[in-house]
T-cell receptor, first 111, second 111 residues
């Protein structure tokens, strides 16, 4: 257990529905990252927060995706109007100094 | 694209040292070399990182060449539980985890 928790661990949704995932980072970590991982590939960066400020977004983060980190604590990642191509593992990581620690991920299946 | 190149797979006998190579010829002066591993369906687990000196911790040793263009992760006495995908990434460290992991090296430890 790295101390980064993600909820839910698994989510099955119908195409077109909205989904929201939560990440609770290690408490003193001020930086938080979201990644997406598809089968057989390594994780790919989506977006990054320093405290409550969203500092960077990847071009992979389409308009249907939005992330928040109110008060610089937990973070949420919402996907609107899900598509089958959104099926993936969504990973959260938090960082204080140089090491980043990952949660166990939320596996999304869009049917 | 990932900034590192790793062999797609390697085998190692249980109890022997596993030496996993990584090429990062375009690494810049402020970028660290990080190693993570991922066991099926879990989030990536931090192993070790270094800037230019060799590093050792309870899990592994990291050997970085003098020109910093390549590195080797050493698991001194591999066990069956070390079977995983190992990712080598280069990042700036604090605030720099905006990365593509690449496909990594799938290490098979055999009894």
């Amino acid at each position: 257990d790295t101390g980064v928790s993600q909820d839910p661990r698994h989510k099955i949704t119908k195409r077109g529905q909205n989904v929201t995932f939560r990440c609770d980072p290690i408490s003193e970590h001020n930086r938080l990252y979201w990644y997406r991982q598809t089968l057989g590939q390594g994780p790919e960066f989506l977006t990054y927060f320093q405290n409550e400020a969203q500092l960077e977004k990847s071009r992979l983060l389409s308009d249907r995706f939005s992330a928040e980190r109110p008060k610089g604590s937990f973070s949420t990642l919402e996907i609107q109007r899900t598509e089958q191509g959104d099926s993936a593992m969504y990973l959260c990581a938090s960082q204080l100094n140089t090491e980043a620690f990952f949660g166990q991920g939320t596996r999304l299946t869009v049917v | 694209d990932a900034k590192t190149t790793q062999p797609p797979s390697m085998d190692c006998a249980e109890g022997r040292a596993a030496n996993l190579p990584c090429n990062h010829s375009t690494i810049s002066g402020n970028e660290y070399v990080y190693w993570y591993r991922q066991i099926h369906s879990q989030g990536p687990q931090y192993i070790i990182h270094g800037l230019k000196n060799n590093e050792t911790n309870e899990m592994a040793s990291l050997i970085i060449t003098e020109d910093r263009k390549s590195s080797t992760l050493i698991l001194p006495h591999a066990t069956l539980r070390d079977t995983a995908v190992y990712y080598c990434i280069v990042e700036e460290g604090a605030g720099g985890f905006k990365t593509i992991f690449g496909a990594g090296t799938r290490l098979f430890v055999k009894a």
